[in-house]
Each structure stands twice: as structure tokens, then as C-alpha cells.
């Protein structure tokens, strides 16, 4: 037998092993033999088949064997187990940044990394809801732009947009490129952000990936170095969500008692919170004083209360006013 057919041979029975076998359907002799006729319609012998599981053995892919009136074999060595592949379809899932149609792309690649039997019991689980998820609109383009830019070290250049109330997109800064010193990617609530250095305001800002118009042009320009005290998971804490356009500021909360999960779920195990009374307990926060950040405490019905400084409760008070039409309030 040439050792091309050898090779060969080996590795059609690596892929019999990895889609139809696993420790509760693992494979006869027999019926290896018959996958492999007529699968890639090649007959080997019994013994053969031993010989080819030693090698795959040898070359570090575990092959479990049984015993029993017939020996049979399952492959053990896998990446993931039904659990970590469970979570990784979720995540995938959930995120409103991949698009539908990638997201079936990349559901169907994970199922790819265990057997045709667990790909079926996980496909049972898949339940698809009604979560909003971006247009496919080049963003995947625009990651690999970014991630080659942060590599090599580049300044980017891109536009920026919002959208009309025709749904119209409407280019930001009238058009002019934002020009970033790209330090980081970073996922944060529903959405992947782009960390650097902006040159228009001379500090270190975020931008929604989605939201950049088209591909990236990668300068020729070398970044301007990353601040010395720049820690990308502090900055991602401060921001809230990264919606900030303005200073970080600190504020005291009121809270109930019973939310201390969730605050410690937004800002951290870290949070500086002491206990008020049986009711309450006093939250310490850096933030942006952003409407993101309004939204979230409004959205407790009133179970946290802005204590301090009383220019943030102010500007609180004064868009609960706005959002309301009686007067007099």
C-alpha cells in the first residue's frame, strides 16, 4: 500500500470516529467497516482498522476501546464537551452584533466540534427568539480592518453615522473621518466597541463597531502610544456601557436592599457600597452622567435614588420633567 493511501485511510477514519462515535454510540469493527465502504467506498480489513486507531493514538487523538464480543471504539479526544459548546451557542445567539445569518453560520461550525448524535441533542435545544440583531452590513469586514490595524500599530480612519427618522443613515461630524489611535476591541451590553485614542478631542474614546459607516482605511500614521495608566477593563467599567461623552464623575446611590445583585451585576463585586439601614444600603459609582445611565436607575421605579453631587440629581429630575407633558410638575 502506498503511504499516501495509508494517510488517507487514517484520516477517513479519524472523520468516521468524529461524526458518528462518542462514549454512548461508540462504533463496532463491523460497522466502521461498513461506513467506510460506503462512505468513501474503501474496503479495508478488521485488523486494519486496530492498526489505523493506534496511529491516530500515537499522533495524540485519544481513540477509546472497548471490549466486548466485538471491540469498539468512540473518539474521547474532543475540544469542547456538550456543556462548553452549550454556552458558546448561546452566546452566539444572543448577541445582537452578529447578524441572523452569520449567527446560523457560526451555530452550524460550533455543532461541527462534537458528533452527529450531540449535534442533534444541542440542535433540540436551540430555541431562536425575536432578539433584535444588526444588518449585515459589512461588520465582520470592519473587525478584521480594526484587528489589523491594532496589530501592526496604525492610526484608522472612518465615518461615523446615526440614523434619520426615515431610518436614513446620516453621516456624523458632517462627514469628516474620526481618526483613532485603535489600543483595543471590547464587548460591552449588546455591542462591540473600538477603544483608542481620537485625535479630534485628544483623549481615549469608544465607538460602536455597527455604527462605523464602511471599512476602516488603515493609515500609515503610528498610533499615538498607549497611556501609561490606559487599563481597558477599568475604562470599560467607568464608562457604563460607554455611552459617556463627558467626564467620569462619582455618585452616591440610595438603594434597596434587595438590589444588591444587580448593582454589583453593573459595576463589579468591587462597588463601594455600605450598608444605610435594614432597608438600604449606599452605592459609591464612577460613571459617565449619560442617558444610559439615567435609564438604569429610572428603570427601578424608584428603588435607587442619585443622593449626590446635585448637579447629576438635577439633570435627572429635569429629564423626568421633559419626558412627561403635564406641567407644574
Not at 27 to 48: F, G
Not at 180 to 200: A, K, R
Not at 277 to 300: K, L, M
Amino acid at each position: 500500500m502506498k503511504k499516501d493511501e495509508l494517510h488517507a485511510r487514517v484520516l477517513y477514519l479519524y472523520q468516521i470516529l468524529r461524526h458518528y462515535s462518542d462514549s454512548e454510540h461508540p462504533l463496532t469493527t463491523q460497522q466502521i467497516l461498513k461506513i467506510m465502504d460506503e462512505k468513501y467506498h474503501i474496503q479495508i480489513h478488521r485488523v486494519s482498522v486496530q492498526n489505523y486507531v493506534e496511529i491516530l493514538n500515537s499522533c495524540g487523538i485519544k481513540v477509546n476501546q472497548q471490549r466486548a464480543q466485538d471491540k469498539y471504539y468512540y473518539l474521547e479526544d474532543r475540544t469542547f464537551d456538550i456543556p462548553e459548546l452549550k454556552l458558546m451557542i448561546d452566546a452566539v445567539q444572543a448577541s445582537r452584533f452578529i447578524p441572523k445569518g452569520k449567527t446560523n453560520e457560526l451555530i452550524d461550525k460550533l455543532l461541527t466540534l462534537t458528533s452527529d448524535y450531540n449535534a442533534d441533542r444541542l440542535r433540540k435545544n436551540i430555541y431562536f427568539t425575536n432578539k433584535v440583531k444588526v444588518s449585515d452590513s459589512g461588520n465582520y469586514a470592519i473587525v478584521e480592518s480594526i484587528s489589523k490595524a491594532i496589530h501592526a500599530e496604525k492610526k484608522i480612519s472612518f465615518q461615523y453615522f446615526e440614523y434619520d427618522v426615515n431610518k436614513k443613515r446620516v453621516l456624523r461630524h458632517d462627514g469628516k473621518p474620526y481618526i483613532i489611535s485603535p489600543y483595543t476591541m471590547s464587548w460591552n451590553g449588546d455591542y462591540y466597541y473600538v477603544v483608542g485614542f481620537y485625535d479630534g478631542r485628544q483623549e481615549v474614546n469608544a465607538f460602536r463597531v455597527d455604527r462605523i459607516n464602511d471599512c476602516p482605511e488603515i493609515l500609515p500614521d503610528d498610533i499615538i502610544p498607549i497611556p501609561e495608566d490606559f487599563d481597558p477593563s477599568k475604562y470599560s467599567r467607568e464608562v457604563f456601557r460607554m455611552y459617556g461623552t463627558d467626564e467620569i464623575v462619582e455618585v452616591s446611590l440610595l438603594c434597596n436592599s434587595n438590589l444588591m445583585m444587580h448593582v454589583i451585576d453593573q459595576f463589579g463585586i468591587g462597588v463601594d457600597t455600605k450598608p444605610v439601614d435594614d432597608e438600604h444600603f449606599r452605592a459609591t459609582v464612577q460613571i459617565y452622567p449619560s442617558p444610559t445611565f439615567y435609564r438604569w436607575v429610572f428603570g427601578w421605579g424608584g428603588k435607587i435614588k442619585i443622593e449626590s453631587p446635585s448637579a447629576i440629581h438635577e439633570e435627572y429630575r429635569t429629564m423626568l420633567k421633559n419626558a412627561i407633558y403635564e406641567e407644574n410638575i
